[in-house]
T-cell receptor
Framework: GQQLNQSPQSMFIQEGEDVSMNCTSS?????WLWYKQEPGEGPVLLIA?????ELTSNGRLTAQFGITRKDSFLNISASIPSDVGIYFC????????????FGGGTRLMVKP | ETGVTQSPTHLIKTRGQQVTLRCSSQ?????VSWYQQALGQGPQFIFQ???????GRGNFPPRFSGLQFPNYSSELNVNALELDDSALYLC?????????????FGEGSRLTVL
């Protein structure tokens, strides 16, 4: 089946640093999404990307849909302690409804 | 807060038992999907319900079944529990059949199978 490979698996950074994480797939997706999960919570949508090459921002977050449709990256600028959590990429195919394929996650830790 | 509520939040079962997990979708959302999240992994799609019918299923055996009710709430049932069923079970709702991939997740039900 389809698999999404996320890297890095974990990051431990200093507050104020920029962060970059990415996600690659062996097959194409029509939609890429980035979710964040905090302890004891379900994932929360951060950014959704619908077109190859699309670059979208949400505050300090920027994500891009790769032109091959097999990858996506997420950048966080000027990290703050509340950015701590696990970031998941997810891919969706057309007509797949709510069937998302999730990556394994990137655990982000921020040192104040 | 997403408006999706799940119960129970935690439960412990033994191998071979059966479990029912419940989910109330966000107001106005008519599609509910269930995901299994094993420790340290990303969520895996189990199935989706729309208009009280299952209309999408992931790679899970038939002992995983569900229901959706007229008020769009949903249940996940797992029979003949196995140790590997220990996981966080997430319910997600969306308006329509998920054309955008934008899901609203509950906080999950953590199942431990001994």
């Amino acid at each position: 089946g389809q698999q999404l490979n996320q890297s890095p698996q974990s990051m431990f950074i200093q507050e104020g640093e920029d962060v970059s994480m990415n996600c690659t797939s062996s097959s194409i997706f029509n939609t890429w999404l980035w979710y964040k999960q905090e302890p004891g919570e379900g994932p929360v949508l951060l950014i959704a990307l619908y077109k190859a090459g699309e670059l979208t921002s949400n505050g300090r977050l920027t994500a891009q849909f790769g032109i091959t449709r097999k990858d996506s990256f997420l950048n966080i600028s000027a990290s703050i302690p509340s950015d701590v959590g696990i970031y998941f990429c997810a891919g969706q195919l057309n007509n797949a409804g709510n069937m998302l394929t999730f990556g394994g996650g990137t655990r982000l830790m921020v040192k104040p | 807060e997403t408006g999706v509520t799940q119960s129970p939040t935690h439960l412990i079962k033994t191998r071979g038992q059966q479990v029912t997990l419940r989910c109330s979708s966000q107001s106005g959302h008519n599609t509910v999907s269930w995901y299994q999240q094993a420790l340290g992994q990303g969520p895996q799609f189990i199935f989706q319900y729309y208009r009280e019918e299952e209309n999408g299923r992931g790679n899970f055996p038939p002992r995983f079944s569900g229901l959706q009710f007229p008020n769009y709430s949903s249940e996940l049932n797992v029979n003949a529990l196995e140790l590997d069923d220990s996981a966080l079970y997430l319910c997600a709702s969306s308006p329509g059949q998920g054309a955008t991939g934008e899901l609203f997740f509950g906080e999950g039900s953590r199942l431990t199978v001994l």
